[in-house]
T-cell receptor, first 114, second 114 residues
Framework: GESVGLHLPTLSVQEGDNSIINCAYS??????FIWYKQESGKGPQFIID?????DKRQGQRVTVLLNKTVKHLSLQIAATQPGDSAVYFC?????????????FGTGTQLKVEL | EPEVTQTPSHQVTQMGQEVILRCVPI?????FYWYRQILGQKVEFLVS????????KSEIFDDQFSVERPDGSNFTLKIRSTKLEDSAMYFC????????????FGNGTRLTVT
């Protein structure tokens, strides 16, 4: 049958507010997770990663939280700026110790309103 | 900051023709990958490559696809006989280690098969 493009969930935030983007991952054996940002016409850009032996990791203006019990990952962006507008993908490595065959999530469109 | 570069940015080809997509990975990286993204869909793994061999490939990467590192800097993806459904963004990526390290992506080649 005809393939249908995914309808991306959208998060709209005001400039200066904090953003929280959520991701449910599928493989309980995954032990490495990455958040990527993708701007229109560009490739995925690495933001932050986390290993399964951690539940929180902070970067510059970004924090990733990992809840292995419910297989949930979130990305928090502090003081969101217009330049943060993009599609955000979580990715998992799919298996313990598992190489870099990443499985990407469907993505969330972040829109920053002035 | 070093980056992965891909050429061409856009390739239009007729069904049945061969195409070669080119990539220059980050110079001190040893692990190379191709991913693709059909318009509006997830980023999907195609193949990983190390030490002049395919490390892992997905079910998408059938006999029509091949990869090569023809010299010390380039990494190519060849599609032998393109089909309409091969139309997608193709992303090259590289990483310094095979496990649990972020992949660095290029900006992609948009392949349009007519």
């Amino acid at each position: 049958g005809e393939s249908v493009g995914l309808h991306l969930p959208t998060l709209s935030v005001q400039e200066g507010d904090n953003s929280i983007i959520n991701c449910a991952y599928s493989n309980s054996a995954s032990d490495y997770f990455i958040w990527y940002k993708q701007e229109s016409g560009k490739g995925p850009q690495f933001i932050i990663d986390i290993r399964s032996n951690m539940d929180k990791r902070q970067g510059q203006r970004v924090t990733v939280l990992l809840n292995k019990t419910v297989k949930h990952l979130s990305l928090q962006i502090a003081a969101t700026q217009p330049g943060d507008s993009a599609v955000y993908f979580c990715a998992e490595n799919g298996k313990t110790g598992g190489g870099n065959k990443l499985t990407f999530g469907t993505g969330t469109q972040l829109k920053v309103e002035l | 900051e070093p980056e992965v570069t891909q050429t061409p940015s856009h390739q239009v080809t007729q069904m049945g023709q061969e195409v070669i997509l080119r990539c220059v990975p980050i110079s001190n990286h040893l692990y190379f990958y191709w991913y693709r993204q059909i318009l509006g869909q997830k980023v999907e793994f195609l193949v990983s490559f190390y030490n002049n061999e395919i490390s892992e490939k997905s079910e998408i990467f059938d006999d029509q696809f091949s990869v090569e590192r023809p010299d010390g800097s380039n990494f190519t993806l060849k599609i032998r006989s393109t089909k309409l459904e091969d139309s997608a963004m193709y992303f090259c990526a590289s990483s310094p280690t095979p496990n649990n390290s972020p992949l660095h992506f290029g900006n992609g080649t948009r392949l349009t098969v007519t």
